[in-house]
């Protein structure tokens, strides 16, 4: 039998089955061996990041030598070099600058640390270009500029976002003009200076200014080449065409990204490339078209993932329950969307105790931390707070990044749904769209079509991912983009909510699923009916699973038995409806088939609020746990509360804990491993904790 492997650094040991039996019981942690080490190396599957700028005339003693040896002091492994690589650069210029980026890279790589650059893709700024000259005005932006459907060009001044100051302009380029040589000639030049990876800035159709870009010629050809078919003149759902545009951006971008990687290797073969990507789980990747899964089973290119806050002068203080089981929704899509291959990710702040909260879900996930201050990315929030947390990730770095998942539930990220099931306007980045008082830069605008409860499809998902945190029941998420047999292989239980746009091979691979012997849970009125494209299907693309046809009348529930397997199919939108309002019997029932066919091997008596993460690291197991019971049905002020929980495991038969310790960069006591005592009751061993923010739990089973 072949060795199967799941999504992300999840990789499991092979022989893991798809079903319990009936009336199964929770299933023991194996000690299965390490996860196979990634092709990214070491220091990227490692890497603590941080930002550390310098002026183009920078003396390489003065100024550059001390920005690095105060991030080494802070516990940072990887320096991200953010210059003037935005800016709109004659070709004397950005030469002149490469020099300077290889003395920093000298520098840094003295100190033992690596450094990445980040140079934005698609986005090209003039520094005092609303009355001056500009790239748009005196240069090749107004050809090479993105388009809207309209036909006008997506540039603009200053003050529409944090990062464009007054005066200055902004002009987006369309990936198919001539720019694209002209980056990669660039991005080539900057992979023979000696840095380590390039860090190019969100490949978006950046929507701040205009909507649905590219209608450029550039594109317009690029479109024909691909599908035969002209651009669309306007937004139209129920238009083929459209539709066909919205899936067509997606493999637009994702083409470029792979291009930038493989220019940069073609001149250092060990360089590795890291896109900053803004678009999660939720809408903005339909309407920006940057789709981070389309990526995931590309070598030598990962993410670093742009995880949005609540309020960019306030991060996640003023979080709900609901606000906060859709941030560790992103981190857990970051991880998953990465495939084998490093996550790194925004971790942000606004106060040292709201951004190591924020962090400890960012390491939970898996992901790799860049500690900001929010909204900019120069600043740390606390210095202390970012050494301390960094410490605890370096001592700990095998068990937050080598260790293999073991959850058995997996829950289904269909991007094809979340593109065409019921679009309508909004992000749904989070739920509560109301800014608390005094709260200024809310992210929704006080706008509540911005609320992912207003979204059928992604409100379901965020909904079961909710339910099974609440529930304290491991899972992964399982991005649609590629999903093969593998990516599923290990998982007793399959949440597919409502699931409804599929492609024919995306059906097979779920069908096979449940033939071998997997459980799906499929919700939703419409399940499976609707093709990759958004189109009306004649037929259900699981009917036979489903165990109903179009024909018949939809049931308000069915459990149907499809070879090995069972498909469970629940016509309500539950997801949906505990997202909108914390009810026990909406989860009990959303729930049921996950606690029917997957009991899990680790259980935690305690607060809902404390997030359980599950994972294997040879004999060992480890339970990160995170606190977030400050947080209620509404926002309150932020504080930290300490809280005490029970975490049992079930003991494999012939064998015994043999020592346990918990770890956790809260407080004063150092990062290192304290003993715990555990009690032992039939193949049930226990562990009581008082959890402050964070836990990091390791338990020898040998």
């Given at each position: 039998m072949a060795t199967s492997l799941l999504p992300g650094l999840w990789e499991r040991p092979p022989g893991a089955a798809w079903a319990a039996p009936a009336g199964a019981t929770p299933a023991a942690v194996p000690a299965g061996p390490p996860a196979p080490a990634a092709a990214f190396p070491d220091w990227a599957r490692f890497a603590r990041i941080a930002d550390g700028t310098f002026d183009d005339d920078a003396d390489p003693a003065r100024d550059m030598k001390p920005v690095i040896d105060k991030l080494k002091a802070q516990n940072v492994s990887v320096i991200e070099v953010d210059t003037i690589l935005s800016n709109w650069l004659p070709d004397k210029q950005f030469s002149t600058h490469m020099a300077q980026m290889k003395r920093f890279s000298d520098l840094a790589h003295a100190a033992g640390i690596r450094v990445i650059v980040y140079y934005p893709s698609l986005e090209v700024i003039s520094v005092g270009g609303e009355k001056g000259k500009s790239f748009y005005k005196n240069g090749d932006g107004k050809n090479w500029v993105q388009r809207g459907l309209d036909g006008k060009p997506n540039v603009f001044y200053g003050s529409l976002v944090v990062w464009v100051d007054p005066g200055d302009e902004s002009c987006w380029v369309s990936p198919n003009s001539p720019w694209r040589d002209h980056y990669l000639t660039r991005v080539k030049a900057l992979a023979g200076t000696g840095v380590d990876a390039i860090w190019p800035d969100v490949p978006i159709y950046f929507d701040g200014a205009l909507s649905w870009c590219d209608a450029s010629t550039w594109a317009?050809?690029?479109?024909?080449?691909?599908?035969?078919?002209?651009?669309?003149?306007?937004?139209?759902?129920?238009?083929?065409?459209?539709?066909?545009?919205?899936?067509?951006?997606?493999?637009?971008?994702?083409?470029?990204?792979?291009?930038?990687?493989?220019?940069?290797?073609?001149?250092?073969?060990?360089?590795?490339?890291?896109?900053?990507?803004?678009?999660?789980?939720?809408?903005?990747?339909?309407?920006?078209?940057?789709?981070?899964?389309?990526?995931?089973?590309?070598?030598?290119?990962?993410?670093?993932?742009?995880?949005?806050?609540?309020?960019?002068?306030?991060?996640?203080?003023?979080?709900t329950v609901s606000d906060w089981t859709c941030l560790i929704s992103m981190y857990k899509y970051a991880r998953a969307a990465s495939g084998t291959k490093p996550a790194w990710a925004f971790s942000y702040g606004w106060k040292a105790d709201d951004a190591s909260l924020v962090m400890a879900e960012t390491l939970a996930a898996g992901c790799n931390p860049y500690e900001v201050k929010s909204p900019f990315k120069t600043d740390s929030t606390d210095t202390a707070m970012r050494t301390r947390m960094y410490g605890f990730v370096a001592a700990h770095q095998e068990e937050l990044f080598a260790a293999a998942s073991g959850a058995t539930v997996g829950v289904y990220h269909s991007s094809a749904s979340r593109d065409f099931v019921s679009p309508v306007e909004g992000s749904g980045m989070y739920v509560n769209t109301k800014p608390p008082a005094g709260v200024k830069d809310w992210w929704s605008f006080d706008t509540p079509e911005e609320s992912c409860t207003k979204q059928q499809w992604l409100g379901e998902f965020r909904g079961t991912v909710k339910s099974l945190v609440l529930a304290h029941i491991p899972f992964n998420t399982v991005p649609s983009p590629g999903v093969s047999a593998d990516d599923l292989a290990g998982y007793r239980v399959l949440y597919l909510p409502n699931l409804q746009a599929v492609a024919d091979a995306e059906a097979d691979v779920l069908r096979?699923?449940?033939?071998?012997?997997?459980?799906?849970?499929?919700?939703?009125?419409?399940?499976?009916?609707?093709?990759?494209?958004?189109?009306?299907?004649?037929?259900?693309?699981l009917a036979d699973v489903l165990g109903f046809r179009k024909a018949d009348p939809v049931p308000a529930a069915k459990r149907n038995t499809f070879g090995q397997g069972t498909c469970w199919f629940i016509k309500d939108l539950l997801g949906l409806k505990y997202l909108t309002r914390t009810d026990q019997p909406t989860a009990d029932r959303l729930l049921e088939p996950a606690r029917t066919a997957a009991p899990p091997a680790v259980t935690l008596t305690g607060d809902p609020r404390i997030h359980l993460e599950l994972s294997r690291l040879g004999d060992a197991t480890i339970v990160q746990l995170v606190n977030f019971t400050a947080f209620g049905e509404t926002p309150a002020a932020f504080t930290t509360k300490p809280t005490t929980c029970t975490v049992t495991l079930t003991v494999p038969a012939g064998r015994q804990v043999r020592a346990a310790t918990v770890s956790s960069p809260d407080g004063s006591g150092g990062p290192g491993p304290k003993p715990v005592t555990w009690k032992t009751d039939g193949d049930k061993a226990s562990v009581e904790l008082t959890v402050s923010q964070y836990s990091l739990l390791n338990v020898t089973i040998n």
């Open positions: 317009a050809d690029a479109f024909r080449a691909d599908t035969g078919l002209a651009l669309p003149k306007k937004v139209d759902w129920t238009n083929a065409g459209f539709r066909r545009y919205v899936e067509w951006r997606h493999h637009n971008l994702n083409r470029f990204q792979l291009d930038i990687a493989a220019a940069g290797r073609s001149v250092n073969p060990d360089l590795v490339t890291f896109v900053e990507t803004v678009t999660m789980d939720y809408k903005y990747a339909t309407t920006v078209g940057l789709d981070g899964a389309y990526l995931r089973r590309a070598e030598g290119v990962s993410h670093v993932w742009e995880v949005d806050i609540l309020g960019n002068y306030d991060g996640m203080r003023h979080a096979s699923y449940v033939a071998g012997g997997g459980t799906v849970v499929l919700t939703g009125p419409a399940p499976t009916g609707l093709d990759e494209h958004g189109g009306t299907r004649a037929e259900y693309a």
